[in-house]
């Protein structure tokens, strides 16, 4: 087998502003890995937050030379022991499970045995804005079939959070709002606020406290008058294990557990807990969300809404632009390349 690295640059299509920061735009790394004449696919894009830049993934990629390995499945038994962030790990996965999909000919949920997921709706996401702007947003996404919509909170005032929430919910009075301050309010804030929010309909609220204090959350959970989802909280399988059954959910992000196999043991961990599971991502392109597509499914919550995000995606077969997302009957990751552009070549 033999890889090569493409780095490009992922604009969105306008800046998403959340408690921590403000994103304009995303550097992805793509590896191809090709096989007796099929090649497969993944995609690593660069975080702060998880201190990962562009030259830091490809440095980090690199280091899994699929040229040691006979073929994909050997590469893909030796990858739980590999030393390196889960978003390397979930990129080479993703690359390895698409060539053999494509080899043999079968979609990606077939060679997890996890059946033919259907089109299922998916969140898209309101930054923290003006109220002007989040309401038109609101207007624009149930109009274009967005069932829900999830609201950036965290401003510096909370009561601005709670007018976007309002102005969303009166704009789009038939979505299914959730909630994000991505760790943003202490408990106390907390505590006053989730019964407000609750009050105009929002269905579940992720990571409303700080990461660190899992115990802080799981208590929190316990009073909550709506769901409280773990994020930031929730990397590991480990974690999820700690808190199954103390919070009302765990998102799941390939880019932070490291891949589809990763995610369904987390899965298999939370079943019967009471903890159910969000589908989340970061902004990526098409390429970077479609292994969790073929999850979709499996959780109550679906926030796959990364690459509808961009202003260019570079990728397609996951849909998405109604509100619905789901994988092509194409074999692998059932994903192509669109035709490049010079400002993503």
Known sequence: ????????????????????????????????????????????VSSAYYGLDAATLVRLISAFDPARFAGPESALEALPAVDAPPAVVAAVESALLDLVGKRDGVPLHRLLGTGAPSRVATARTIGITSLAHAAAEARRL???????????????????????????????????????????????????LLPRFAALGVEAVEQPLPPGDPD????LAERSPLPVVADEDAVSLDDVRRLAGRVHGVNVKLAKC????????????????????MLGCLTASSLGIAPAVHLAGRARWTDLDGHLLLAHDPWRGIGGDDGFV????????????????????
């Open 142 to 192: 149930a109009a274009s079939g967005f069932e829900v919509v999830k609201v950036k909170a965290g401003s510096s005032d909370p009561e601005d959070d709670v007018e976007r929430v309002r102005v969303v919910r009166d704009a789009a009075p038939r979505v299914r709002l959730l909630l994000d301050p991505n760790g943003a309010w202490t408990a106390a804030e907390a505590e006053r």
């Open 1 to 44: 087998m033999k890889a090569r690295l493409r780095t490009v640059r992922l604009e969105l299509a306008e800046p998403l502003r959340i408690s921590r920061s403000t994103t304009t735009a995303r550097d992805a790394v793509w590896l191809a890995v090709e096989h007796d004449g099929v090649t497969g696919y993944g995609e690593a």
């Open 216 to 219: 802080a959350l799981a208590a």
């Open 258 to 277: 490291g891949g589809v196999r990763a995610a369904l043991r987390i899965a298999e961990s939370v079943e019967g807990s009471g903890t159910e599971l």
């Open 326 to 345: 789901g994988p092509s009957a194409r074999p692998g990751l059932g994903v192509e390349e669109v035709a490049a552009r010079a400002d993503v070549a």
